[in-house]
């Protein structure tokens, strides 16, 4: 946290740990700035009760980041049912990248 200057986040990781509540308190007392969960299921659509639980439970201490399948047809849903004003999305599909020939080796290493 202090490498990133105040600016961590907790990966998904959280949608393991086994009391999500007092582990978004404890997130918050070591000084990150965003968790990123999909509310402990499968998808952020389907964490959405969850996730309006943790963000309300966060106020405005730490960000909750919805992730997991989060799709342009259920975002506007999603950011109305949890009041998040941010959401994670990853790319639906490979896109060639020029900039990686160089290294192909290293490139198809940090593929999907």
């Given at each position: ?19 999500p509540?007092?582990?978004l ?8 700035e ?12 389907a964490g ?5 639980a943790?963000?309300q439970?966060?106020g ?27 959401v ?16 192909p ?5 940090m593929?999907?």
């Amino acid at each position: 946290i202090e490498a990133a200057r105040g600016r961590a986040v907790f990966h998904r990781a959280f949608d393991f740990l086994p009391h999500p509540l007092a582990a978004l308190d404890e997130l918050i007392e070591l000084g990150f700035e965003r968790v990123l969960t999909s509310g402990g299921a499968t998808t952020a659509e389907a964490g959405t009760t969850h996730l309006a639980a943790l963000v309300q439970h966060a106020g405005w201490q730490i960000e909750v980041l919805p992730a997991g399948r989060v799709r342009p047809h259920t975002v506007a849903d999603l950011v109305r049912a949890t009041r998040c004003d941010q959401v994670h999305a990853g790319p639906r599909r490979a896109v060639e990248d020029p900039t990686t020939a160089a290294r192909p080796g290293l490139a198809a290493a940090m593929g999907p």
